[in-house]
């Protein structure tokens, strides 16, 4: 028999993606991970030719990676606090060889926001208002941390220019500036789509 050549089924189903890493992580995938179908719709939004768009609080490059994948022509980064998701983020970038994609092991407000033009937020800063499911006990929780990270975010928004698009899942709401515009939302209102006026 010749060579069998398989095209790599990781863009294809959540089973299929979450196995690029270990099972402690997969398991983690329905909670705190997005779903590849979310992904794919909330990266379309985003997606536009020679932009930047970022993940703020990447984890283990779900979004950034399918993102990445499926608009080959925008640059997708992903920001992370936690070293060891940012790692397994960078071994899942060089296995699936994603090449519009950039990962940083940094607390978000480390960023320059300035520098990016769209943004996918999954709540992000919930951890420190959850007490059930988190992803470990390595850092520090508050309320006061909730409160800080969502002004910061939200301060951040608000200067950026028109046009300026971001996808939020799960989202409180409470980082979006009222100068964004709702243009979409999933039918359970979870995942939404807006727009900067
Ligand atoms: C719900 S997960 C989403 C992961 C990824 N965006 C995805 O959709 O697959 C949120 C991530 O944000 C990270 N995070 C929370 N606060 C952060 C901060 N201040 N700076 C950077 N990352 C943060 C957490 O460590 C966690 O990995």
Do not use: C
């Not at 059930?132 to 409160?147: P, V």
């Amino acid at each position: 028999m010749g060579n069998v050549i398989t095209r790599p089924t990781w863009f294809l189903a959540d089973a299929s993606f979450d196995w690029l890493y270990p099972e402690r992580i997969q398991r983690m995938s329905g909670r705190h991970w997005t779903p590849l179908s979310i992904a794919r719709k909330a990266a379309a939004f985003l997606a536009e030719e020679g932009k930047k768009v970022l993940d703020i609080g990447s984890g283990v490059g779900k979004f950034t990676l399918i993102g990445a994948h499926y608009n080959p022509r925008t640059f997708f980064y992903g920001v992370e606090q936690r070293s060891e998701l940012h790692h397994y983020a960078l071994a899942a970038q060089e296995y699936t060889r994603t090449e519009n994609a950039a990962f940083f092991n940094l607390n978000f407000t480390q960023v320059n926001l300035a520098a990016y033009d769209h943004f996918y937020f999954y709540n992000a800063f919930f951890e420190n208002l959850d007490v059930n499911d988190r992803i470990d006990h390595n850092i520090e929780y508050s309320d006061s941390l909730y409160q800080y990270y969502t002004r910061y975010l939200f301060r951040e928004l608000n200067k950026k220019p028109a046009g300026t698009r971001l996808v939020t899942f799960h989202s409180l709401e409470d980082e979006i500036p009222p100068g964004y515009e709702l243009k979409e939302a999933s039918a359970d209102f979870m995942l939404k789509m807006w727009v900067k006026r």
